[in-house]
């Protein structure tokens, strides 16, 4: 394991006894956990700082450049929490946009933050209006990708956006199998799951259909979604309804340390125990524990269509 802080290589100076690296394929900052053993109060006397860069590398594992979101002295340890946003990312903003297209959002957002800005497989619509009230930016970009069915993530000074069909419809990267003594949990929350979404906003109208869903079950959009044409409440209304059926088949496993499975990778499941749940996933979620040598791989099953 190598540890880089503020770009200089200190894996040798320091006792490290805690490293969970966590990934998210969306909506989520990553996050950084590092604790040492700190007896002489080294920590202290280098004056670390919110704000300061930090990266960890094991093998195929690479944190990217993170930044410290905390910091803990406690009884002979100390304690740094990291995240992949950058701190100006807490800031909290209202601004309007006539005519402004996506990618001008997200290179505005990025270049604000000092990230480069990169998409993937998503189309650059046109918004004639639309308003960013008393959010972060991160935060409105977020919610405005979700109504278009995309995905947000921040990773090593790179503000990130990807069409979550497209990725969840690729081919599967790798097997992976989770044996007789596995470690696993699978949820079946489909009952949940809507048919039909009807949006309304002001006279436009949208809405969208799930086949696979129980038809009773209609989504009815509580909060006001702003739409500026029946299309583009046609395209939110997909978007709503991918976000709230799209965690229907839900699990989590374990195993040794995976430091080539990042969120948002496609694999197929092979499981002993629970054969139904075999099959391709998206991973969501992970958390790498580099210490103990093990890996937590959170998952759904890809949403079909739509």
């Not at 790179?158 to 044996?179: C, F, K, N, Q, W």
């Not at 809507?194 to 949208?206: D, H, Q, V």
């Not at 995976?258 to 099959?279: F, Q």
Request: net charge positive; with cysteine; aromatic share 10%.
């Amino acid at each position: 394991m190598r540890l880089i802080y503020e770009g200089t290589d200190i894996t040798r100076k320091v006792a490290i006894n805690r490293c969970e690296h966590e990934t998210y394929a969306e909506s989520h900052a990553d996050t950084l956990l590092l604790r040492f053993s700190d007896a002489a109060s080294k920590w202290d006397g280098w004056q670390p700082r919110r704000g300061d860069k930090v990266q960890v590398t094991e093998g195929a594992a690479n944190t990217g450049t993170m930044y410290i979101s905390g910091l803990t002295a406690q009884n002979g340890l100390f304690t740094l929490r990291a995240t992949s946003m950058p701190l100006t990312g807490e800031n909290v903003g209202s601004q309007t946009w006539d005519n402004v297209r996506l990618f001008q959002l997200g290179g505005d957002i990025a270049k604000k933050h000092g990230l480069s800005f990169k998409p993937y497989g998503v189309t650059n619509q046109l918004y004639p209006f639309i308003r960013q009230g008393s959010q972060t930016d991160f935060e409105f970009l977020n919610l405005l990708c979700q109504l278009e069915g995309y995905a947000v993530v921040i990773y090593d000074k790179a503000l990130i956006i990807y069409d979550e069909h497209a990725r969840e419809s690729g081919e599967a990267a790798a097997d992976v199998r989770v044996g007789a003594d596995g470690r696993f949990t699978y949820t079946d929350n489909s009952a949940q799951a809507y048919g039909m979404i009807e949006l309304t906003s002001g006279a436009l109208r949208g809405s969208f259909s799930d086949p696979s869903a129980p038809a009773e079950r209609v989504l009815r959009t509580k909060s006001p979604i702003d739409c500026m044409s029946t299309t583009e409440a046609q395209r939110f209304a997909r978007g709503i309804l991918r976000q709230a059926n799209k965690n229907a088949f839900v699990g989590s496993f374990r195993r040794r340390l995976m430091a080539d499975v990042a969120a948002a990778s496609v694999l197929n499941l092979i499981t002993e125990k629970a054969s139904n749940w075999s099959g391709k996933i998206f991973v969501t979620r992970t958390r790498n524990d580099f210490v103990r040598g093990e890996s937590k791989i959170f998952f759904r099953k890809p949403l079909e269509g739509y």
